[in-house]
């Protein structure tokens, strides 16, 4: 059975920093294409970043470029997604999802919140 | 970056009817089009890729249709568990980008 488990939301200042974590099983992590999918209160949902089976592909949304950075471990089965310079527009649930070759979230994890306020 | 839309914005249904979602991409997408279903507190689930490909495990009342820039999710007889707001993800292009959702209540 297919289990994300996301890890490292909680409460940060604006301009601040975190890194949340997805820990994977259940599947052979390093022959998927891995993502981020964010769900602000009440709002719809949103794609973050996607980064591909050996890392050598990494997408961003406009709104994040240069601030989040998507990784991976392969070893490790856990995907990785560093939020700098946080704003409060990036409150929201943020899931890992794995995602197909042809770029579609098969499965997910269960989210873990981010809170961006001062 | 290609805008979906998603019409209607709520529906209100009863066990048992059909009900239709439509799904509208600014640009020729192909097929390359998803459904989704979310239900409260929950993470979304993966119906239908590729515009008609049922997800493994999905109940065969779930179908999806159309290509280009204009597609459908149906249900062919709503089922209790089936209330919950879906969403249509195309991945013709980065950025992927989802519709706005639709809700389907109890009527």
């Known amino acids: 059975e297919v289990q994300l488990v996301e890890s490292g939301g909680g409460l940060v200042q604006p301009g601040g920093s975190l890194r949340l974590s997805c820990a994977a099983s259940?599947?052979?992590?390093?022959?998927?294409?891995m993502s981020w999918v964010r769900q602000a209160p009440g709002k719809g949902l949103e794609w973050v970043a996607n980064?591909?089976?050996?890392?050598?592909?990494?997408y961003y949304v406009d709104s994040v470029k240069g601030r989040f950075t998507i990784s991976r471990d392969n070893a490790k089965k856990s995907l990785y997604l560093q939020m700098n310079s946080l704003r409060a527009e990036d409150t929201a649930v943020y899931y890992c999802a794995v995602t197909t070759v042809t770029q579609y979230f098969q499965h997910w994890g269960q989210g873990t919140l981010v809170t961006v306020s001062s | 970056d290609i805008q979906m839309t998603q019409s209607p914005s709520s529906v209100s249904a009863s066990v048992g009817d059909r009900v239709t979602i439509t799904c509208r991409a600014s640009?020729?997408?192909?097929?390359?089009l998803a459904w989704y279903q979310q239900k409260p507190g929950k993470a979304p689930k993966l119906l239908i890729y590729a515009a008609s490909s049922l997800q493994s495990g999905v109940p065969s009342r779930f179908g999806g249709s159309g290509s280009g820039t204009d597609f459908t999710l149906t249900i062919s007889s709503l089922q209790p568990e089936d209330f919950a707001t879906y969403y249509c993800q195309q991945a013709n292009s980065f950025p992927l980008t989802f519709g706005p959702g639709t809700k389907v209540d109890i009527k």
């Open positions: 980064i591909k089976q050996d890392g050598s592909e990494k």
């Open positions: 640009q020729d997408i192909t097929s390359w």
């Open positions: 259940g599947f052979t992590f390093s022959s998927y294409w």
